[in-house]
């Protein structure tokens, strides 16, 4: 609130100051390339010394009209999706500067002055908040998953999860589709092989209209891959390299003329992440709270991916009224996985009993390809539509890997896993977009999704020179899923009131066989999932909004499967093919209001689910052989998703850019949330008494239920330097949380950028620092009955990049299509534009 009032006070000191003073009127008006009025333009007058003076904004035909005293200023013209103007004025009398025109990332020339145009890197749109990848330093020469932590009401964990404020069930989509590029089970995965060369923006949506799919309860975040849209022949180049070892090159490619927009971009990536983890676990008596003994875990990984991906695409300009494209992407990534686990026990009075520890090295092949289809009618009425799409994609994961179990007793157990995972999936959608009156819209569509996956996992454990299979895990899964839906929405404004309503049916099936055994099950679900936006603007400075969506999580194939992985011994996942849907209903009420460069966007949400997926976790003893038939316990942890709880969450979502000079801009996004969670689940479980070699009956139990308050924040500030060298530091804060399963600590952070650009802006240089005080890590303690277990984790250590990017470009004013394209931010199919009436 410090800030804010701060903020505020500045703004008002101004205002008083100004109002004392004669005033003149300067006016002009804002229009693209092709003479249409670009609406909402922000207007600023600032000076060195004083930062904003006055401002307003641009209204339907692109007319402005602002007033200030006297004096020398700069002019700051903000249109969105367009370049940002800037001029120097002296203003001594009424003046009319005439007409602007903008176009996307191009050079402006205003008079003597030439200024390279910037884009706003944030902004928020109707439906959605939209952040521009391509012009945040920060992101050069990273993957996409260190990239998204820069992104407003985005989190990634030590472990590369990704959560939207909080909640960690997201959804993903790639130019507003599923893609074969987000991997088959793994989407965190899948991300840090996705170069962020390649993403133009990322779309954050928290409450989605019924024209999007209803999975995934936190919202859809949707990645906007690099198309261009400037004619001639465009391109970039992006070399990298860094500390631990990593190094890249990146191609992207443009060429736009009247009847076809050609784009392709390709590139290489190595990459070696070093992780690093450790554990101490208490094991107690039974359910007393005696200690039996102790347990430390030190892990070390190395994780090598060698990436190389390609995609290619054109569009087809039939006439003014028709578009057809076509596109392909196919990515290669062939990586090893290699870790060193140490075990070490102790007794109750912490004095130390034996070690043993595990070698694994994994080999990892994934190949990812994908074909997109899309064609698009435009009738003779703007807005009005009809879209159709279609993708096939095909994913296949295969990882062969070798496990050195090394006992306290010098024995060895030596396994080996062959892990084969496929997935194929269709996607077709259509879409007809009708304008209604002069503010209204009507919407209807459908939507086929047919997917299947294919899991075929198999362990071998060697007995006296021989690999005999280990049928604890072994699975042969074909899991079929199909979702049919259709949506109609339809929205309209009355005077400065605006609303929006819809409702999707969406009828899914899951066909589930177990190859082996022939065994199986089906399940189906038909469900309507309604969605309403209302929308109050007060002027062109304040606009209110309420928001309403149901969504729903439906359980991964890999939650499903009767056995997951053996990759260690002690942890073992199983899947629970009883699992069912979750539901949940999120509430969102909105608030955004431009005070001069200050934007603040806060957001309160509630959002209620029910029959929560958690995991339940209890402590095993089983009975071991080794090579020479010696046997031992071993005691694991088997951990199962099962349906139980309920879960309230609500919270404040706040997002502020600021601008107190031209040189210096200010982004703060912070997420403060409460939540209240149900939920007890127990089981009785066979035993084995290691001191007796008895076998007993157990209870475990877990209790899901706690309540309390965290939070999450990131604040960056950019700063333009002498010389243009431009600086950004990013300070990272995610809150503890805990219940009465587990705890998990807060942790701070810091990133670090420095960039300028070259050869007239055709080039810019960055260097970046992840992680600078090197503190990023998970650290959770988990609870039970017959134990507690403190963990800390990161996949990745500090790490230094540096990166070149050149740009070329070689544009024909007069190779125009003939008829004014849309932003490339209304894409088609379910990733298209929502907002406006």
Known sequence: M???????????????????????????????????P??????????????????????????????????KYVIIIEPL????????????????????SVKVEEVVSLGAAVITAQKPIYKVELDKKVYDMASDPMSQGQSLSDALQNVPSVQVDAEG???????????????????????????GEALKNIPAENVERIEVITNPSSRYEASGSAGIINIVLKKGTNTGFNGSVTVNGGIPEMAGINVNLN???????????????????????????TNFLNESKEVRDYMSTDRTNDRIRRNYNVRLGTEYYINDNNTVGISAGYRYNNGNNNSLIDYLYYNSSMEFLN??????????????????????????KKGHELMFTGRFSSQKEDENGNILNYKSDNSIVNRTTDNLEEQTSFVFTGDYVRPIGEKGKFELGGRVD?????????????????????????????????????????????????????????????????????????????????TATLNYKFNDKNELQLSYSKRVRRPMGFMLNPFFSATDDRNVRYGNPDLDPTYTNSFELSYITNLGKLMITPSLFYQRTTDMINQFQRRNTILTEDEEGNQSYLERMISKPLNNGNEDRYGLDLTATYRPFRWWNLMLNVNLFGYNRTGYYQEYNEDINTETGESYTKLDAQDFSGDGFSSRGRLSSNFTLPADFKIQLAANYMGSMKTAQQKIEDNLSMDFSLSKDLFKNRATVSFN???????????????ANDYSNYESMRWMVRSWNLSFTYRFKNTNEKDKRGKQQRPDSEEMGEGGEMGGF
Not at 17 to 28: I, M, P, S, T, Y
Not at 266 to 280: L, V
Request: charged share 25%; proline share 1%; no cysteine.
């Open 2 to 36: 410090r800030l804010t009032s701060l903020f505020t006070l500045f703004f008002s000191l101004f205002v008083i100051a100004l109002n004392a003073q004669d005033k003149f009127q300067l006016k002009g008006k804002v229009l693209s390339t092709s003479n249409a």
């Open 38 to 71: 670009i609406e909402f333009t922000s207007v600023t007058l600032e000076t060195e010394t004083e930062g904003v003076v006055m401002e307003g904004m641009a209204d339907a035909n692109g007319l402005f009209v602002i007033e200030a005293p006297a004096g």
């Open 81 to 100: 999706g367009y370049d940002i103007i800037q001029k120097e004025i002296n203003l001594t009398s009424n003046l009319d500067l005439g007409t602007f």
């Open 161 to 187: 999860g990704v959560s939207l404020r909080g909640n960690d069930n997201v959804k993903f989509l790639i130019d507003g589709k599923p893609s074969g590029m987000l991997g088959v089970s793994d989407v």
């Open 255 to 281: 060429y736009k003329t009247k009847k076809f927009n050609w784009f392709a971009n390709a590139g290489t990536r190595y990459s070696n992440r070093n992780g690093e983890g450790s554990a101490f676990r």
């Open 355 to 380: 070690r043993e520890y595990n070698l694994q090295d994994e080999k990892e092949i994934e190949n990812n390809f994908d074909v997109d289809v899309n064609y698009k009618h435009e009738f003779d």
């Open 450 to 530: 047919l997917n299947n996956n294919k899991s075929n996992n198999r362990t071998y454990k060697l007995i006296e020179g021989n690999y005999i299979a280990d049928n604890d895990f072994f699975s042969n899964v074909d899991n079929q899923q199909n979702v049919f839906a259709g949506y109609v929405q339809y929205g309209n404004a009355i005077g400065k009131f605006q609303y929006f309503a819809g409702l999707r049916l969406e009828s899914s099936n899951m066909d589930i066989k177990y190859v082996d055994t022939g065994a199986g099950f089906k399940k189906n679900y038909i469900d309507l999932f309604p």
């Open 769 to 783: 620092i992840r992680d600078v005080f090197d503190s990023r890590k998970r650290e959770m303690t988990q609870y």
